[in-house]
């Protein structure tokens, strides 16, 4: 069972504060014509992990909000952005012992991404995992599982 207090401490950073913050800075966005809003998601926005409910649920929440801003921002000149890292050498996943990408790594990755501007920025793997939790979830779970 998680504790209440992490619940609402994990909606709050993960998706209440970033809606937030959006949404006190879209005004000073709208006047650069070139702005862009970046939000990181996840995979488990994409299918979540059983012993990560509810940060799965925030970071499909994540996802859902990006693409509806996209949507709602789309005659406006800011851009918006997501960004998906595979599971990243971090603090948060310091105890994990599966492969992590190291954060140079990463940003190396994105940044040609971003210059581009695609909408979804991400490296292959992820690409890979999120194709399979869209046509075969079943796979998606049990690769999650040995993780």
């Not at 609402?8 to 809606?19: A, K, R």
């Not at 014509?33 to 499909?60: E, H, Q, R, W």
């Amino acid at each position: 069972m998680i504790p209440l207090e992490k619940i609402s401490q994990e909606i709050n950073i993960n998706i209440t504060g970033q809606i937030i913050l959006t949404h006190l800075l879209i005004p000073l966005l709208s006047n650069n014509s070139n702005a862009f809003i970046i939000n990181t998601s996840s995979g488990l926005g994409a299918f979540p992990k059983p012993d990560g409910v509810v940060y799965s649920a925030t970071k499909a929440a994540m996802r859902n909000f990006t693409v509806a801003l996209r949507y709602a921002l789309q005659k406006n000149s800011i851009g918006v952005l997501e960004v998906i890292p595979p599971v990243t050498d971090t603090g948060m996943t310091a105890g994990r012992t599966e492969n992590k990408m190291s954060a140079e790594e990463l940003v190396e990755r994105i940044i040609p991404q971003l210059r581009k501007e695609r909408k979804v920025i991400t490296v292959p793997i992820m690409r890979i995992f999120l194709w399979i939790a869209f046509l075969f979830p079943s796979l998606a779970n049990k690769i999650l599982s040995k993780s």
